[in-house]
């Protein structure tokens, strides 16, 4: 079966920190992977999207970037975090069989706080 | 462009009441996927369903059901005999309709349903 997986759950971090979130897949290949940024309250936001290895397409500028050194595995970095990075952030994947869009799958989150 | 309202943001109801999510969509499109998402209280989205542009049959699962009406472009999501465990914020969603099929994300309506 098809599992996502984002650690950490809660991250605490100062002004000016550097920030890594990483997410995995399991069970399934070839997966497109996403960063999406939700603030209290809002809506989600896309950051990053990737349809293969070192295949990343931001499409908010910010002092976040995205890489994709495997497969299945998506990892979201700050060299210098900002007050305004705070929110919650989720990966999701999905997969494109016989030219059909499926579904995207959400992993548990990463709730980021920068003091 | 694409674009999705829900124009809902925020519903309270008391349990075993009916409710009715409102989901309008704009696109030029003629093959695109329309979604429903849950966000219960925990923050991890869970999906409910996928629409795609030339199926117009309306869906019903369990007291979940889903309206489609292309001529009014509307994805409307019903919750018959409420319960407390719906209140969750519901997204409604649009794929991009090119070949990397990003989401365009309705804003969100968050559910309370009253004992």
């Known amino acids: 079966s098809q599992t996502i997986h984002q650690w950490p759950a809660t991250l605490v971090q100062p002004v000016g920190s550097p920030l890594s979130l990483e997410c995995t897949v399991e069970?399934?290949?070839?997966?497109?992977l996403y960063w999406y940024r939700q603030a209290a309250g809002r809506g989600l936001q896309l950051l990053f999207y990737?349809?293969?290895?070192?295949?990343i397409s931001s499409e908010v500028p910010q002092n976040l970037s995205a890489s994709r050194p495997q497969d299945r595995q998506f990892i979201l970095s700050s060299k210098k975090l900002l007050l305004s990075d705070s929110g919650f952030y989720l990966c999701?994947?999905?997969?494109?069989?016989?030219?059909?869009?499926?579904?995207?799958?959400f992993g548990p989150g990463t709730r980021l706080t920068v003091l | 462009a694409q674009k999705v309202t829900q124009a809902q943001t925020e519903i309270s109801v008391v349990e075993k009441e009916d409710v009715t999510l409102d989901c309008v969509y704009e696109?030029?499109?003629?093959?695109?996927?329309l979604f429903w998402y849950k966000q219960p209280p925990s923050g991890e989205l869970v999906f409910l369903i996928r629409?795609?542009?030339?199926d117009e049959q309306n869906e019903i699962s369990g007291r979940y059901s889903w309206n489609f009406q292309k001529s009014t472009s509307s994805f409307n999501f019903t919750i018959t005999a409420s319960q407390v465990v719906d209140s969750a914020v519901y997204f409604c969603?649009?794929?991009?309709?090119?070949?990397?099929?990003?989401?365009?994300w309705g804003a969100g309506t968050k559910l309370i349903i009253k004992p």
């Open positions: 696109t030029r499109d003629t093959t695109y996927y």
């Open positions: 629409r795609n542009s030339f």
């Open positions: 990737s349809v293969g290895i070192g295949q």
């Open positions: 969603a649009l794929s991009k309709g090119d070949s990397n099929y990003q989401l365009i």
């Open positions: 999701a994947y999905d997969t494109i069989l016989a030219g059909v869009l499926n579904e995207q799958f």
């Open positions: 069970g399934t290949s070839n997966p497109n």
